[in-house]
């Protein structure tokens, strides 16, 4: 992997180089030419002998490799041809987006949220009167109806509770944004993934429709607590959204117990395969971001 991705740098580097200059074929351009050739072969030799190279080769043509070659090219013809202004304005957008799809960088963010919630031990646990489970991790199909999707491990953290006997009702709560997809009850599609789970529908308390985001979950649930007189109370949802959660919680004057769930901040290792942007990264990147930005304004 190494070889392939030092020879493959180099080989852009030299392209970028040689192109201008291609008319004037001296003695230094030939040399040029003569180590990109050898720039190619190691290409191949690396391409033929690891297999994470031949990953990384078909991520450098994904959409988001392109994008990123690309910028590579140009920030390094205008730092040799264009104004020092311009070089500087494609050095940062390079940068910018190597860090924003960087799954290193994403990782990283989430586990800086994920740290602050304790892990899951059910035997520890002691009973919750309510455990409020946040909306989200389902998606639905005219098919096949709810399922659950990329974060629904929240909804199976849910059951897991109920089931060991340390969660009397499950509080669900949630609805999709007008304008941002067509209407949809996240309260409802939880239930039915829970009924469907073995939960028991007595079980299963879902507040008013219409909270369309975690502020309004919250309050939701303050009302809830203070009708049904529950004590001690449980909030699941996503280990990296349980910082931000937890403050709204306490804004709302909501004592909580957080139950992590869905984490995702896990160190993969230093092939230089995760320094591509890649969905990996850049799904975690803005996830963790969203995060930050919403416990600085508030929401």
């Not at 008319?23 to 720039?39: D, L, N, P, Q």
């Not at 799954?103 to 602050?116: N, Q, T």
């Not at 117990?257 to 990264?281: C, N």
Request: aromatic share 8%.
């Amino acid at each position: 992997m190494i070889l392939f991705f030092t020879c493959s740098l180099y080989l852009l580097y030299r392209v970028c180089t040689l192109w201008p200059t291609r008319h004037e074929r001296t003695r230094a351009w030939w040399i040029g030419a003569a180590t990109a050739v050898v720039a190619v072969i190691g290409i191949i030799v690396g391409l033929l002998s690891d297999i994470v190279a031949q990953k990384a080769l078909a991520l450098l043509l994904m959409p988001a490799g392109l994008a990123w070659l690309l910028l590579i090219t140009v920030t390094v013809v205008a730092w040799r041809t264009a104004s020092r202004l311009l070089a500087w304005l494609a050095t940062t957008a390079l940068l910018l987006f190597t860090l924003a799809g960087n799954s290193w960088m994403g990782d990283a963010l989430i586990a800086s949220l994920e740290r602050r919630i304790p892990p899951l031990d059910l035997e520890r646990l002691q009973p919750f009167d309510a455990v409020c489970v946040l909306g989200g991790g389902t998606e639905v199909s005219e098919a096949d109806g709810p399922a659950l999707s990329t974060g629904g491990d929240r909804i199976a953290v849910a059951a897991r509770l109920w089931h060991a006997g340390k969660a009397k009702v499950l509080v669900l709560s949630g609805s999709s944004i007008s304008g941002m997809e067509r209407e949809r009850d996240l309260a409802e599609e939880s239930a039915t993934i829970l009924r469907g789970l073995g939960v028991d529908p007595r079980a299963i308390v879902q507040v008013p429709p219409g909270a369309v985001n975690t502020t309004q979950e919250i309050a939701a649930y303050s009302v809830a607590v203070r009708e049904h007189g529950w004590t001690r109370v449980g909030l699941v949802s996503s280990a990296w959204h349980l910082p931000r959660a937890l403050r709204l919680c306490k804004a709302a004057q909501l004592e909580v117990v957080p139950l992590g769930a869905d984490r995702r901040g896990r160190f993969r290792g230093w092939s230089l395969y995760w320094l591509i942007p890649q969905e990996h990264g850049f799904d975690r990147v803005q996830r963790a971001c969203w995060e930050y930005l919403g416990m600085i304004v508030g929401r």
